[in-house]
Structure formats: C-alpha cells, structure tokens
C-alpha cells in the first residue's frame, strides 16, 4: 500500500529527509511584531534569530489551520500518517484532527486511513518517529500495525532533553505553567528540562555553567539508555545559532553513551523550535 508522512514544521528535517518524496511538512506561523512569516524551506534562522533579539516585542507562533492539514492529506496515497508536536504545548494536535475531519466530509468515500499521532515532545523526537514509521510502513507491516508500534516506540523508546539560554520565550507564551514558580525563579542557573511521558516539560537537573549543564545531560541519556542496543539508533541534536555549542554536546554524548558516533547528528532547529529555544539553545532527541 502506498503511504506517505505528514509532520508540521515543528519536525527539525535531516538532509536525508529533505529527499523523501512522501514527506509532506505543514509549516507553523512565526511572528515578531508586524512581521510575520511561514516556517518553510526559507526559513533562515540567524535572520529569524536577529529579529529576535533586535526587537522588545515577544515572539509568537500559530499552528496550521484544519484546512492546511486537510490538504496535506490529499493525493493518491492510500496511508497518512501525521505526526505534530505535543498537545501538551500547542493546539497544533486538534487542529490537525479538525483536518482530518474535514478530509473525510469532502472525501466520504475515499478510503484513506489516516492517523494523527501527538509526539508527546517537539523536535527531533517529530524526526525519530518519522523514520521509525517510514521503517515500518517500508517493512510491509499494514497501517493498524504501524500505528499500534509507532506509538507504543514513541512512549517506551524516545526521549528529549534541552538546555536553553534563555526561558523567556517559553515562559512568555505561556509553556512552563506545570515546571513551578519556585523554579522559574532561580532561572540564573541552567536547567536541563526532559520531555515527559505524557508531553509535558519537567527539571531533569541543572547547574551553574552552560558546559557542566551539557555534560550533565549527556549523562541523564547514558543513564536512560543503559542496557540498550544501541547500533541502530539516532541521537539528534538540534541547536539554534550554536553550532559549536552542540558539537560539544555530541562530544559528550558520544563519550559517554554507545551510539555509534556516525548516528549522533547535528542539525539546525525548525524555525518554530528555534523561536522557544531561542538564541543558543540545544535540543537533543533520541531512541533506544
């Protein structure tokens, strides 16, 4: 059966995915004051970052419309599967059911499966689900079974750490309400934040120096992936504006968990996920 994926813009794309002719990407909206942009193939983020940092107003984004979903289910692909960042943090999982709805009333015989999968994360935990359907569904495994062991791998297999510079576009769109005041107070050190199992943010540790901070994290994914095979796995680190930054990060990742070091990749941020990690911020997704 024919297939193909479907992920918002929140998925941070390798190069090799940029190839896939059966990957379609429903970019976010991203905005600083009057300017406004999709998040697409133009993306540019130093220019994004810049503006950023340049302006005293706080940066916001939108989630596709049901519509824009809706048409990214269209073609003559029997299977779609869509993938979006936790609802946990953004209303980009409903509208993209909306979609779906709104697929099947224009197309109520069509025949198309379609499942919406919620990430539970953002980043590139959105690019190890991706390969992991594309494995099963090139396996031959019908859609019921791609869909049952994509989201059981989701919770039991991935996970996602991040380091940020600042918090204050987090804070300021209003995505840390469950991590406490208490902690948003002493924001001078730096935390390590996880994604949870139910795609909410939590403390996973901290510390005073953004490098003791980064090698702490590399440590909390070799203590997560103890006793795995790890041969076939991927560490993606995605950064914003710190290449340097998150090459040491897979230094020390690399060092310390047993990836092969060829499967530890950096990449550059989406332009959504660069907004709320903002300048120098590290995300670092992985399976196990």
Request: some cysteine.
């Amino acid at each position: 059966m024919s297939y193909k994926i479907v992920a918002d813009s929140c998925c941070d794309l390798t190069d090799e995915m940029k190839g896939w002719s059966n990957l379609t990407v429903v970019p976010m909206v991203l905005q600083i004051g009057d300017y406004i942009i999709e998040d697409d193939e133009s993306f540019n983020q130093e220019d994004f970052i810049s503006r950023m940092v340049s302006s005293s107003v706080l940066a916001k984004s939108a989630c596709p419309s049901p519509e824009a979903f809706a048409n990214a289910c269209e073609g003559e692909e029997n299977d779609v599967y869509l993938i979006t960042i936790t609802d946990k943090l953004s209303g980009c999982y409903n509208s993209a059911l909306q979609g779906v709805a709104l697929f099947k009333e224009r197309h109520p015989n069509s025949g198309k499966k379609i499942h919406v999968f919620n990430s539970l994360a953002t980043s590139g935990l959105e690019t190890i689900m991706a390969y992991k359907i594309r494995q099963l569904a090139e396996s031959g495994a019908d859609f019921e079974s791609v869909v049952a062991a994509a989201e059981e791998y989701c919770v039991k297999n991935c996970g996602l750490y991040f380091c940020l510079e600042s918090l204050d576009a987090l804070k300021g769109n209003g995505r840390l309400y469950n991590i406490g005041a208490r902690v948003i107070e002493a924001l001078r050190v730096k935390l390590i934040c996880r994604r949870t199992d139910y795609g909410n943010i939590s403390v996973a540790g901290k510390d005073l120096t953004v490098n003791r901070a980064l090698a702490k994290l590399a440590a909390l994914i070799a203590k997560d992936t103890a006793g795995y095979d790890l041969k076939n796995k991927t560490v993606i680190i995605s950064h914003v504006c710190c290449r340097e930054k998150a090459e040491t990060v897979a230094s020390f990742i690399r060092e310390k968990c047993s990836y092969p070091a060829e499967n530890v990749l950096v990449i550059k941020a989406s332009g959504l996920n660069s907004l709320y990690a903002s300048n120098g911020g590290i995300i670092v997704s992985f399976n196990k």
